[in-house]
């Protein structure tokens, strides 16, 4: 296992076009939780899911994102008609039920660019 | 609602000389945890270190230590023989832990640039 996956690393989209991210957690870790970071500003909490239920929603995730995490393994978050404001980068974290005893793990993040 | 504040946008120091970043907070609960993470350049966050705030003692990673002033509610870093691989972008965050998501609150962060 070499931690958290995420994919793409890197996507430029069209304005107004629909994009989705994936990631794959460390496989024993119930949470997985997906951040925003805009630049110079530090990660802002999007939503978490605890197994395959999304258990919190932050009011950033708008009725134009999605995540899903079915069936408890690998998390996917999709964003439609995507706008400039949405270019950021989206980090994916995972850990175990008790986070903060045995600590996250982050993944690279995946670079989104709406021109 | 928690929040976090690092005052330094950018810092720089020599090699193997000592900096402290500052992070203040702010919160009505009393059971938390405050973490430090670490952001190279186009790399991932990595967790430095982090303090209970139901604990006195300061916590300490080898170079990275914490002064953790609760009543003040102050959580500064301290990397004592500064190291290039320590130029980066360091984050001073926020846990509640009660029945919760365990969701970080993340101040803007201080870009860390050590100078050979």
């Known amino acids: 296992d070499t931690g958290v996956s995420q994919d793409p690393r890197h996507k430029i989209t069209k304005r107004g076009q629909n994009v989705t991210f994936r990631c794959d957690p460390i496989?024993?870790?119930?949470?997985l939780y997906w951040y925003r970071q805009t630049l110079g500003q530090g990660p802002e909490f999007l939503t978490y899911f605890q197994n395959e239920a999304q258990l919190e929603k932050s009011r950033l995730l708008s009725d134009r994102f999605s995540a899903e995490r079915p069936k408890g393994s690998f998390s996917t978050l999709e964003i439609q008609r995507t706008e400039q404001g949405d270019s950021a980068m989206y980090l994916c974290?995972?850990?175990?039920?008790?986070?903060?005893?045995?600590?996250?793990?982050f993944g690279s993040g995946t670079r989104l660019t709406v021109v | 609602a928690q929040t976090v504040t690092q005052s330094q946008p950018e810092m720089s120091v020599q090699e193997a000389e000592t900096v402290t970043l500052s992070c203040t907070y702010d919160t009505s609960e009393s059971n938390y945890y405050l973490f430090w993470y670490k952001q190279p350049p186009s790399r991932q966050m990595i967790l430095v270190i982090r303090q209970e705030a139901y604990k006195q003692q300061n916590a300490t990673e080898n170079r990275f230590s914490v002064n953790f002033q609760k009543a003040a509610k102050s959580f500064s870093l301290k990397i004592s023989d500064s190291q290039l691989g320590d130029t980066a972008m360091y984050f001073c965050?926020?846990?509640?832990?009660?029945?919760?998501?365990?969701?970080?609150?993340f101040g803007k962060g201080t870009k860390l640039t050590v100078n050979p």
């Open positions: 974290a995972s850990s175990f039920l008790q986070g903060v005893d045995y600590g996250y793990t």
């Open positions: 496989s024993e870790h119930n949470r």
């Open positions: 965050a926020f846990m509640l832990t009660q029945g919760g998501s365990e969701k970080l609150v």
